[in-house]
């Protein structure tokens, strides 16, 4: 098959790209703003695409032209305080992958969606893919992902006849993202290490995260290619990861402290930059269902690796040592290049791109 991946060298995408590359009999074709150098590049034709402006139409007909399916994987989670930037990288990134993929008639185009996408829960009861995909108002990565889903059903409606397939993830983790999440979740200097040093975990003991491995999402997708398995399907690892999963991850105690405390000062931090994620991922924590994963267990044969405690724990342990991939998404992040960086380009939470 003639793949094409949008975001492929993030978190997901360099993953997915391993695992097709692997099967020796696939053309690829990888679109990123940043391109692998060396070994990495290898078996595939890289191309340089900012889905972030309309300035990518081009590179997206001329990439999807002749394709059998379109993996679109390509996100933005910073800078935080560029609101604008983000809507238009991910809302407007997956508008324009869909006006190429009704221009250039690719007849299978795989959208990773997420758990954030799905409107806020009624009891701690696991959801199916019926469940309405509103998202949680107080956070923009929900708002947006809620927003892709309805671009996908304009695109279904239109008649296109493409067939769409929808993953929804939980939060998705490895070890080699340990140096990407250090970069996007941590301030700058601040050093792997001071997590050894975390006595108490103060939050609220209510926290719980759906999370599965990348490597368990990397074989959803090739089931989904091998199988043209249309609709949506939800990606999760059971048991879940709760507030106490996480402090014994972290060697931590927890000690509950009600989720508005903790709003309210994590607001306060961002606002003054002092640490670089918004509240709206603390809301999706407490509003978002767990996930019922039947339809993908069932009709894709698919079956996690890693329970969730595993991979947080895989993850945590990703961002002691701050491990890193090759590809630019997930270089090493070092606490001495960190102000070098912040100098030339800003911090991270308000960082334009290059």
């Known amino acids: 098959m003639r793949i094409v991946i949008t975001g492929a060298t993030g978190n997901i995408g360099s993953v997915v790209v391993q695992r097709l590359r692997a099967e020796g009999t696939h053309d690829l074709v990888g ?137 929804r993830p939980g939060i998705v983790g490895q070890r080699a993202a340990g140096s990407a999440l250090l970069r996007y979740g941590v301030p700058a200097l601040v050093p792997p290490k001071a997590l050894d040093l975390l006595p108490i975990l103060p939050m609220d003991r209510r926290l719980t995260i759906p999370m599965v491995h990348t490597d368990d999402v990397a074989e959803a997708i090739v089931a989904v290619l091998h199988r043209r398995a249309g609709g949506p399907f939800n990606l999760a690892a059971d048991p879940p990861v709760t507030a106490a999963v996480l402090a014994d991850a972290l060697g931590a105690r927890l000690v509950h402290v009600p989720s508005a405390v903790v709003r309210a000062a994590m607001s306060a931090a961002w606002h003054a930059h002092l640490q670089p994620v918004d509240t709206g991922w603390l809301d999706m924590g407490f509003a978002l269902p767990t996930l019922d994963t039947t339809r993908a267990r069932t009709e894709l044969d698919w079956t996690p690796a890693k329970d969730g405690p595993q991979v947080i724990a895989e993850v945590i342990e990703g961002m002691r040592r701050a491990a890193s991939g090759r590809t630019p998404v997930l270089r090493p992040r070092t606490v001495l290049g960190a102000p070098g960086d912040a100098a030339r380009r800003g911090p991270v939470a308000v960082r334009r791109r290059p």
């Open 31 to 167: 679109l990123a703003r940043r391109l692998p150098e060396g070994p990495d590049g290898r078996g595939v034709d890289w191309r340089p695409a900012d889905l972030s402006t309309d300035a990518c139409h081009d590179t997206l007909v001329e990439a999807f032209t002749g394709a059998d399916a379109v993996v679109h994987l390509a996100w933005g989670f910073q800078p935080s305080h560029d609101l604008a930037y983000l809507a238009e990288l991910g809302v407007g990134g997956t508008r324009r992958v869909l006006r190429a993929v009704a221009g250039t008639g690719v007849p299978h185009l795989v959208h990773m969606s997420s758990v954030g996408a799905y409107s806020p829960k009624r009891d701690d009861r696991p959801v199916d893919e019926s469940w309405p995909t509103g998202g949680v108002r107080s956070s923009r990565y929900s708002r947006h992902k809620a927003a892709a889903e309805r671009l996908l059903d304009r695109h279904e409606a239109s008649g296109a006849g493409t067939l769409v397939t929808r993953l």
